[in-house]
């Protein structure tokens, strides 16, 4: 069975400082990670994915991830909040146990502070 | 390449009455999945089609259905609406090329945001 958690559904930050927003998984398979944005009525957008190929994994808008299976973590960073960033962010992992299913996490709603 | 479609954007129904949501995918995606998004509940997964099959279905009643079309293009439909359902509906397509492909990644139309009186 596969499971997604976000351990802050509210992270504030002041601009210009990192970001952090924490994610772990579950997974019997290798999984794939992904991490999705979601502006205020909009749809989501990939910010970035994992499928093995290598650890940390960049993302557009400056934002990376690592994957660190000891710890059964992916989460993400970015070095210096813009104000554009303020947004929801969803985790997402997706196994290859032969059934095509993705699992959502319950995202973190990240705020920019000026 | 234009991206995933979703009609109408906005709605309102009343109690009782029925819906029927729209989506179409990217052109050569033949995976088509529909997700539920409220305050309450996040992000729930309705079900996936793929080449007009229905191959999962999330945990919802079956007033919830859909279907899709030789051309990719997915429908869904809610009958006897409930206050509940109010909520975005987002559709979502991927190249999905075999069963085991959970690392093709979903591109998401912009929703479809239901209101229910």
């Known amino acids: 069975a596969q499971s997604v958690t976000q351990l802050d559904s509210h992270v504030s930050v002041s601009e210009g400082t990192p970001v952090l927003l924490r994610c772990n998984y579950s997974s019997s398979y290798s999984p794939s990670l992904f991490w999705y944005v979601q502006h205020p009525n909009k749809g989501l957008q990939l910010l970035l994915k994992?499928?093995?190929?290598?650890?940390l994994v960049k993302g557009i808008n400056g934002f990376e991830a690592e994957f660190k299976k000891s710890e059964t973590s992916f989460h993400l960073t970015k070095p210096s909040a813009h104000m554009s960033d303020a947004a929801e962010y969803f985790c997402v992992v997706s196994g290859t146990s032969g059934t095509y299913k993705y699992i959502f996490g319950t995202g973190t709603r990240l705020k920019v502070l000026a | 390449k234009a991206g995933v479609t979703q009609t109408p954007r906005y709605l309102i129904k009343t109690r009782g009455q029925q819906v029927t949501l729209s989506c179409s995918p990217i052109s050569g995606h033949r995976s088509v999945s529909w997700y539920q998004q409220t305050p309450g509940q996040g992000l729930q997964f309705l079900f996936e089609y793929f080449s007009e099959t229905q191959r999962n279905k999330g945990n919802f009643p079956g007033r919830f259905s859909g279907r899709q079309f030789s051309n990719s293009r997915s429908e869904m439909n809610v009958s006897t609406l409930e206050l509940g359902d109010s909520a975005l509906y987002l559709c979502?397509?991927?190249?999905?090329?075999?069963?085991?492909?959970?690392?093709?990644?979903?591109?998401f139309g912009a929703g479809s945001r239901l209101t229910v009186l």
């Open positions: 979502a397509s991927s190249l999905l090329t075999g069963a085991s492909s959970g690392a093709n990644v979903l591109t």
């Open positions: 994992y499928t093995s190929a290598a650890t």
